[in-house]
């Protein structure tokens, strides 16, 4: 399996709070995506990154911020969390764009 | 990113062969065909990708139709672990690698 952790793994936290999601690899991969998961959505693309502070935005980007400031870690946050944005997200990592491999996951619920 | 259309569910018996097909009329000329796989509750992983060339690898082969509108992904020998949702993607050009999942196609792998 490629060398990719998430950080933590299960997180229950309250509406209005802030929370951090950690994505951290081992491959030196250049590509590194944050997914969410939710029933009936299928996986969405939130954010990417082409590279050290390198990012742009995906298919559901709203209410969430991402940092890369060096090649092995992937932050996203959410500055205040909302019900909505209770998930399963995934972190995957690429270096040849569309060949993608998926961390375990960490599973969110915001109350 | 190409739309494309899969049967909802499929069964198999274990020890025959899985054929899951894709339809991908609007594929365009630079766009490849991705399959991917997801085990319940873990991140999806990739199986195998091509462009209009058969294309086989240890974990599956994949047969793309010579007008490039449909494809089948043919899981050789299946096995109770082969349970899965699989994900059939058209995606290329130069959009970092933005996949773009469906509802994908449920294999269920029956004793």
């Known amino acids: 399996d490629a060398g990719i952790t998430q950080s933590p793994r299960h997180k229950v936290t309250e509406t209005g709070t802030p929370v951090t999601l950690r994505c951290h690899q081992t491959e030196n991969h250049r590509y590194m995506y944050w997914y969410r998961q939710d029933p009936g959505h299928g996986l969405r693309l939130i954010h990417y990154s082409y590279g050290v502070k390198d990012t742009d935005k995906g298919e559901v980007s709203d209410g969430y911020s991402v940092s890369r400031s060096k090649t092995e870690d992937f932050l996203l946050t959410l500055e205040s969390a909302t019900s909505s944005q209770t998930s399963v997200y995934f972190c995957?990592?690429?270096?040849?764009?569309?060949?993608?491999?998926f961390g375990p996951g960490t599973r969110l619920t915001v109350t | 990113d190409a739309k494309t259309t899969q049967p909802p569910s499929m069964d198999c018996a274990e020890g025959r062969a899985a054929n899951l097909p894709c339809n991908h009329s609007t594929i365009s000329g630079n766009e490849y065909v991705y399959w991917y796989r997801q085990i319940h509750s873990q991140g999806p992983q990739y199986i195998i990708h091509g462009l209009k060339n058969n294309e086989t690898n240890e974990m599956a082969s994949l047969i793309i139709t010579e007008d490039r509108k449909s494809s089948t992904l043919i899981l050789p020998h299946a096995t109770l672990r082969d349970t899965a949702v699989y994900y059939c993607i058209g995606a290329g050009g130069t959009s970092y690698g933005k996949l773009t999942f469906g509802q994908g196609t449920i294999l269920t792998v029956h004793p």
């Open positions: 995957a990592i690429s270096d040849s764009t569309y060949e993608q491999y």
